[in-house]
């Protein structure tokens, strides 16, 4: 399993180019999005939202306010990720009704919530910071929507360059409650994959012993 999951990794890259014959099924696309759904977010806010578009009309609109990358009106499935604004607010009762899933008894549910408007108020303090805390969490589960689908052989490219109010007119997104935070075009290369270029081990690990006071400065 290490070994198919680095191969996984190493199969990854950010394709500009999708062959448009190739459609993504819907067993794989589901496998994808359910990478996203369990993936870890903070008090378990899940400030999230997936919205899956396949029509060719409408991604071609959406290219037009991401600077014209062709890799989004190409793809199988374009999938735009909501940062939920409103999910993270305390006023909403979200947070509580996310964290009574739980199960746990009312007095450590109070406990967590009071520990939630204390440690998260200043981050949370406007809809900016909400936005800012939420997207964070985006993410964690686009992270792994990207393996999943390198996993099963299918390409992917993250983009962070949109106009995120063009493309919440066009999908009629009310943004006083949910904002974009990322789009990701997938699909299937139709050129070779680029070589992939990464700093070395040693240049981004640094292993530090406590006990040794072997901390950088």
Not at 57 to 63: F, G, H, W
Request: aromatic content about 10%; hydrophobic content about 40%; glycine content about 6%.
């Amino acid at each position: 399993m290490r070994n198919e999951f680095m191969e996984a990794m190493d199969f990854r890259h950010a394709c500009k180019l999708f062959d448009t014959d190739k459609k993504i099924s819907d067993e794989d696309i589901r496998y994808i999005l359910e990478a996203g759904r369990k993936s870890p977010s903070s008090f378990g806010t899940e400030p999230w939202k997936f919205l899956v578009i396949t029509n060719d009309a409408l991604k071609n609109e959406i290219t037009s306010v991401c600077y014209d990358q062709v890799q989004i009106a190409t793809s199988s499935h374009l999938v735009i990720i909501l940062a939920s604004i409103e999910d993270v607010k305390i006023e909403s009762g979200i947070p509580e009704k996310r964290l009574a899933r739980w199960g746990k008894p009312q007095e450590e549910l109070d406990f967590y919530m009071n520990f939630y408007k204390g440690h998260l108020a200043e981050m949370l303090k406007d809809d900016e910071k909400r936005y800012n805390f939420a997207s964070l969490q985006t993410y964690l589960a686009s992270g792994n929507m990207l393996t999943a689908a390198a996993f099963i052989g299918v390409d992917s490219c993250p983009i962070g360059g949109f106009d995120g109010d063009a493309i919440a007119k066009i999908l009629d997104i009310d943004t006083s409650k949910q904002q974009v935070s990322l789009v990701i075009p997938f699909g299937y290369r139709i050129n070779a994959q680029s070589k992939q270029v990464r700093l070395d081990f040693d240049e981004v690990v640094e292993f530090i012993d406590a006990k040794d006071n072997n901390v950088p400065h």
